[in-house]
């Protein structure tokens, strides 16, 4: 057993980091790196202690194991577990510029840079002027209405 204990812990627990990472952990994390570290120094140890034959013995049993546990999970229908099977068709505030209309005369209440508040008819939306910068306290009109988007001008100039 010269060794060939170390070997397969190393490359059994970087397997098992690298599935860790694709099952919990999306995304090339820490946890994926240092997987594949430790199964690459497991590798790289049984080609220096044991030679080419066993190295490649290796290699070819972690590939093996790599993609027999990829083909598994799919054939058990693992990945149905974690996949979204809703769809979200809400809107969010429908009726938020109901009552505005293009021209509509109203107030900034913060400054708009290009975005910030502004007040219509005694109630503050949330408005964007067309990229430059209008004092708060200035008077302002909708120019556009898309959407939620409510796009304004300043009158003052």
Do not use: C
């Not at 058990?76 to 293009?102: C, H, M």
């Amino acid at each position: 057993m010269d060794g060939w204990l170390a070997i397969i812990l190393l490359v059994l627990v970087g397997l098992v980091l690298i599935y860790l990472e694709l099952i919990f952990v999306p995304g090339t994390t820490i946890l994926g790196l240092v997987g594949l570290v430790l199964a690459g120094i497991g590798i790289y140890i049984a080609y220096e202690q044991h030679g080419t034959a066993a190295g490649s013995g290796v290699l070819f049993g972690s590939l093996v194991m790599t993609v027999g546990a990829l083909v598994y999970s799919f054939k058990a229908r693992t990945w149905d577990r974690f996949s979204l099977k809703t769809q979200n068709t809400a809107k969010v505030n429908p009726k938020y510029t109901e009552g505005l209309q293009i021209e509509m005369r109203g107030l900034a209440v913060s400054d708009l840079k290009p975005i910030g508040k502004a007040e219509f008819n005694n109630k503050t939306y949330e408005v964007t002027s067309h990229g430059h910068l209008i004092d708060s306290g200035s008077e302002i009109k909708i120019v556009r209405l898309t959407n939620n988007k409510i796009i304004v001008e300043s009158i003052n100039t």
